[in-house]
């Protein structure tokens, strides 16, 4: 089954869910964990009977889904249909949807010695480097980690955070950030990211899927 591109998924997907890093997320606002349950056991079910299966995180007042295709690398129309059936599910249930809340969170090493720092950022996480070279943990736990090349001049950025959101919350957040002190270093990269300072300078970046299709 075909990988959808961001603007299809924009188009064709359910409200309430956001397209992150390859993946549809949401969080079910179930109130209670009894109820979190009661839907995780309920999206199980349909989940077997599509023979389609989501990653689910049962929380006390929340549970948060996320869904993609592996087969394919990507949001396909099962994902989609499965997206649509959690909804429904959460409406007769009561659950409000909320994809503001859900963000996915990678971390990016800049360094001029990628090659020879790589091994042991995968020895001390344990999590393996894929054919991009990117450290991502097999079963999610942990942040993905990624190696971005840079000069070698003093002082310079290192570790910096990718935090991807869906679109509608980037200005936000810029907002959010300046009025704690942060900067806006740049909107080269705008639609798809924007990178901000903390007082100190440390480097995060906005991520959005806009642009990279």
Not at 60 to 69: K, M, P, Q
Not at 140 to 161: K, M, T, Y
């Amino acid at each position: 089954m075909a990988k959808l591109t961001g603007a299809q998924i924009a188009q064709e997907g359910p409200a309430g869910w956001a397209y992150l890093l390859g993946s549809l997320h949401t969080r079910l606002h179930t109130g209670t964990f009894a109820a979190g349950l009661a839907l995780v056991d309920a999206i199980g079910a349909v989940a077997e009977e599509m023979d389609h299966h989501p990653d689910l995180d049962l929380r006390y007042t929340h549970v948060d889904v996320r869904l993609s295709s592996h087969d394919a690398g990507g949001v396909t129309e099962r994902d989609l249909r499965l997206a649509r059936a959690v909804t429904t599910l959460a409406a007769d249930a009561g659950v409000r949807l909320d994809p503001a809340s859900v963000s996915v969170l990678e971390l990016g090493l800049d360094t001029p010695a990628r090659d020879t720092v790589r091994p042991f950022w995968a020895a001390v996480l344990a999590v393996p480097a894929d054919d991009r070279g990117e450290l991502q943990d097999p079963a999610g736990a942990l942040p993905g980690v990624w190696f971005q090349p840079s000069g070698d001049e003093e002082p310079r950025q290192r570790w910096h955070f990718d935090v991807w959101v869906e679109p509608a919350q980037v200005q936000p957040r810029i907002d959010a950030a300046l009025a704690a002190g942060g900067r806006l270093v740049h909107t080269d990269g705008a639609s798809r990211f924007w990178v901000l300072a903390d007082p100190e300078g440390n480097h995060a970046c906005l991520c959005t899927w806009q642009g990279r299709d």
